[in-house]
T-cell receptor, first 115, second 114 residues
């Protein structure tokens, strides 16, 4: 069964450093998303991406965040200057098309720890 | 801003019995609801969904019920199996076509005792 692949599985970074989280969505999917889950809290929407541009972003997704689909297969989330409160599980998800059935396919996540 | 609420943090049931997981929402614009299951160190896995035009959707051991007037949905698992032990998330969206961001609840930890 097709999978959404995320790398690395765990990233530790110093506060103020830039991090790039990588995702390879399912190849024929058209819509791409990033969500995050801070420990003990709910999964939160960050950003959606379609047709090579951001479709929607949440309040969390401020100027420190950016997304890119550089080569038609990878989908990356960049945090320019990490803060302690950015520590969370970051999930990438992809969706083929709105069909009214089924949900997104999520990756296994990247655990980001900012120290 | 808790638009999707899962008020019970945990549920424990005996193998073979029914598990009922509840979810409430406040945003009347939500018109599509999903349940996800999550194991540790894995991403959420889609289980079952329901559109607001229905009040029930069934898929094998899993049934989701939607009560729009009460803004309440529930997931029934019957019979429950030990492998069902996981965190279950309720999620909702406003179907606007190309983009349907999901709003999640905090999750319920289900433990199925052998």
């Amino acid at each position: 069964e097709p999978e959404v692949t995320q790398t690395p599985s765990h990233q530790v970074t110093q506060m103020g450093q830039e991090v790039i989280l990588r995702c390879v969505p399912i190849s024929n999917h058209l819509y791409f998303y990033w969500y995050r889950q801070i420990l003990g809290q709910k999964v939160e929407f960050l950003v959606s991406f379609y047709n090579n541009e951001i479709s929607e972003k949440s309040e969390i997704f401020d100027d420190q965040f950016s997304v890119e689909r550089p080569d038609g297969s990878n989908f990356t989330l960049k945090i320019r200057s990490t803060k302690l409160e950015d520590s969370a599980m970051y999930f990438c998800a992809s969706l083929f098309i709105e069909t009214g059935k089924g949900g997104y396919t999520f990756g296994s996540g990247t655990r980001l720890t900012v120290v | 801003d808790q638009q999707v609420k899962q008020n019970s943090p945990s549920l424990s049931v005996q193998e073979g019995r029914i598990s009922i997981l509840n979810c409430d929402y406040t945003n009347s614009m939500f018109d599509y609801f999903l349940w996800y299951k999550k194991y540790p160190a894995e991403g959420p896995t889609f289980l079952i969904s329901i559109s607001s035009i229905k009040d029930k959707n069934e898929d094998g051991r899993f049934t989701v019920f939607l009560n729009k007037s009460a803004k309440h949905l529930s997931l029934h698992i019957v019979p429950s199996q030990p492998g069902d032990s996981a965190v279950y998330f309720c999620a909702a969206s406003v179907r606007t076509g190309a983009n349907s961001k999901l709003t999640f609840g905090k999750g319920i930890t289900l433990s199925v005792r052998p």
